[in-house]
């Protein structure tokens, strides 16, 4: 176990297992996980730890790996399955702490409430003014969702409250709830344009690295605000950093970084129209203590070779054990 879970998980699996836990603040070193893992036969790690093709196949006895997290971007999963290694996840548990915080953002973004707090702690409130730290109006605006899976659906659902006009693109068009929850399928580049305020909800993979370029900037609305609390990959970030900068767009609002942590020397902390959080979207104590519980139920069932309830790579019930 390469961090330490909340206890709910940790119960489940007392008198069950033998533990070895990792039991500092930081990921372990990869060398050091490499060489604990050799003789373990199920891995629960989390999104930092890197399980690459090396990692999994210099551990002969390991039967699962479970994730305390919903993305697997950071496990070889061709190799896993290769190996006849079930990968556990913990789907759908994050999707209202998600949305919840992808508004919370946008709405602090919009009106630039980390900004404000700044301006009164550093003494500048004098008096009520008419053109002091104006933000943008959230409703009636235009919302632009990219990626319309659970999380995306959630924000989209929370929107209806504001009276927004909501775009989404995805890899398909999902015309079954578009009538439901009242948004429009569009184009990328639709979304781009027309947006005023752009959110984002894919998974980390080949092509949706750097989905978010010079280009697509180039695209979006002087005044419009980018939203990220998918994975930091999904943006360029000197791409970013420039759009920022010149004002290219209006503000942005990342709960993710390429990479993570974000470097202390990194430009963009500079930037007075961005708000960074540390990849908090999903910290809630709900939220988390369910992962927990599936991450816990996941590894339970690798070990004793059963079905994984939330497996990331079922193909490999396809092949022989």
């Given at each position: 176990m390469t961090r330490r879970i909340p206890d709910i998980g940790l119960e489940m699996l007392s008198g069950q297992v033998e533990i070895d836990l990792w039991e500092g603040e930081l990921p372990p070193p990869y060398e050091v996980l490499k060489e604990r893992i050799q003789n373990a036969q199920g891995l629960l790690c989390l999104l930092t730890d890197r399980v690459d093709r090396e990692l999994i196949e210099s551990a002969p006895h390991l039967r699962v790996i479970s994730q305390y997290a919903v993305g697997v971007d950071n496990i070889d999963l061709e190799t896993a399955t290769r190996r006849g290694i079930p990968v556990g996840h913990t789907p759908g548990v994050l999707t209202d702490a998600t949305a919840d915080f992808t508004w919370a953002l946008l709405m602090s973004a919009a009106r630039r409430v980390t900004e404000a707090d700044t301006y009164t702690r550093k003494g500048n409130w004098k008096t009520w003014g008419p053109s002091i730290l104006l933000g943008m109006d959230v409703s009636h605006a235009t919302l632009g969702i990219i990626g319309f899976g659970r999380i995306g659906?959630?924000?989209?659902?929370?929107?209806?409250?504001?009276?927004?006009?909501?775009?989404?693109?995805?890899?398909?068009?999902?015309?079954?709830?578009?009538?439901?929850?009242?948004?429009?399928?569009?184009?990328?580049?639709?979304?781009?344009?027309?947006?005023?305020?752009?959110?984002?909800?894919?998974?980390?993979?080949?092509?949706?690295?750097?989905?978010?370029?010079?280009?697509?900037?180039?695209?979006?609305?002087?005044?419009?605000?980018?939203?990220?609390?998918?994975?930091?990959?999904?943006?360029?970030?000197?791409?970013?950093?420039?759009?920022?900068?010149?004002?290219?767009?209006?503000?942005?609002?990342?709960?993710?970084?390429?990479?993570?942590?974000?470097?202390?020397?990194?430009?963009?902390?500079?930037?007075?129209?961005?708000?960074?959080?540390?990849?908090?979207?999903?910290?809630?104590?709900?939220?988390?203590?369910?992962?927990?519980?599936?991450?816990?139920?996941?590894?339970?069932?690798?070990?004793?070779?059963?079905?994984?309830?939330?497996?990331?790579?079922?193909?490999?019930?396809?092949?022989?054990?």
């Open positions: 659906q959630a924000v989209a659902r929370r929107a209806r409250g504001f009276d927004m006009r909501v775009l989404y693109t995805d890899t398909k068009r999902i015309p079954e709830i578009e009538e439901t929850l009242g948004v429009e399928y569009a184009s990328l580049e639709t979304v781009l344009r027309e947006a005023d305020f752009i959110t984002l909800h894919v998974p980390l993979t080949q092509s949706t690295y750097h989905l978010i370029g010079e280009r697509e900037f180039s695209l979006m609305k002087k005044d419009a605000i980018l939203i990220n609390t998918a994975r930091g990959g999904v943006v360029d970030p000197d791409a970013l950093y420039h759009a920022l900068k010149t004002r290219q767009i209006r503000s942005a609002a990342i709960d993710v970084t390429e990479p993570e942590p974000i470097p202390m020397d990194s430009p963009l902390l500079e930037l007075p129209n961005l708000i960074i959080t540390p990849h908090i979207a999903s910290a809630s104590v709900q939220s988390r203590n369910q992962m927990a519980v599936m991450a816990v139920q996941n590894l339970i069932a690798g070990l004793k070779r059963e079905r994984l309830p939330f497996c990331a790579n079922p193909q490999v019930y396809n092949q022989q054990w």
